[in-house]
């Protein structure tokens, strides 16, 4: 059966094309699968009858409920969900005061590799559709709770850019869920291809996973340098820097890795890596995951860091990790019920 939820407008009404019947009436189906949340056909009581039978011998409303919560001491919780394809995804839902995060995945698994993230060790299961990625929010049981939407849960973003970026346009177009893409950031390995796409058709926020300055050590740790170097992606970035001088922000993701990339040297790098681009940089002590060899630095350390980041003009934030006794903090999504 086909899925309507995940779908964009133009898919709709293409959709409602090849059913004879006029464009007006996909405005009418996606207000009940987004802004209404229907559940079923039948409940869309300002489409005929005749319309509600033709869609119900080929399609689904397609939303799937998570098949196991996980719930931290510190109020995180992570999801469970079953994949189109039979596999499983994670994702985590972080209340934090007023401000209510949800960290969506948009593959099973990635082929990227990263040594110090539990994701990458699985590998690429499969990309999911705009309703995989969508369905994380759609069947969230805190759905109206949620304000800000982080894509950095399992799998590269701009490795999936088509349905990423159909995701995209459903939450913040009016027809949609009408969101802020100041309410969302998507993060990137540096992914040149997509992120060129993800920069001319999207107003999200920007986050990218930079790590260690020196292309080498990089590379041992992350082999996506091998083919998207980090200072071809940083020009990149400097080349579109127009784009990042209202709201629209781009932050360097730096998770700190004691004896990696901890180094004054590294601050010292990074400093001058970044120059020429207005971006702050998100610090994050290392989750140890299951098997893998590294360690998060301490407290202190990462504050010696911060410090001389912004004694050089960088601004540099310290982010609290969320959700490690249930494997839902940063790096530490992976599920083992796979095909």
Known sequence: ??????????????????????????????????????????EMTNLSKNLRQKLGESCEIGRTAPQKESCSTDGTKKYLFPTEKG???ESAWIPDRERSTLCLSTQGGCKWGCKFCMT????????????????????????TDVTNFVFMGMGEPLDN?????KSLE????PW???????RITVSTVGIIPGLERFLAESDCHLAYSLHNPFPEERAALMPVEKKYPLHDVMNLLKDNRELFKGQRRVTIEYTLIEGENDKNRHAEELVRVMNGLKARVNLISYNAGTDL?????????AEAFRDFLNSKGVTATIRNSRGG???????????????
């Open 161 to 165: 850019t088509e349905n990423l970026l």
């Open 325 to 339: 006794d249930i494997e839902a903090a940063c790096g530490l999504l992976s599920v083992k019920q796979q095909n």
């Open 170 to 173: 459903v939450l913040t177009s």
């Open 176 to 182: 949609g869920y009408a969101l802020s893409p100041r």
């Open 120 to 143: 990458g060790t699985m590998g690429l299961k499969e990309q999911l559709t705009a309703t995989g990625i969508l369905n994380q929010y759609g069947s969230l049981p805190q759905r």
């Open 1 to 42: 059966m086909e899925k309507l939820y995940g779908k964009t407008l133009s898919e709709l009404q293409e959709l409602l094309s090849e059913l004879g019947e006029p464009g007006f009436r996909a405005k009418q189906l996606a207000d009940w699968l987004y802004n209404k949340g229907a559940d079923s056909l039948e």
């Open 87 to 89: 596999n499983y995804i």
């Open 293 to 301: 060899p590294w360690h998060g630095v301490s407290r202190e350390r």
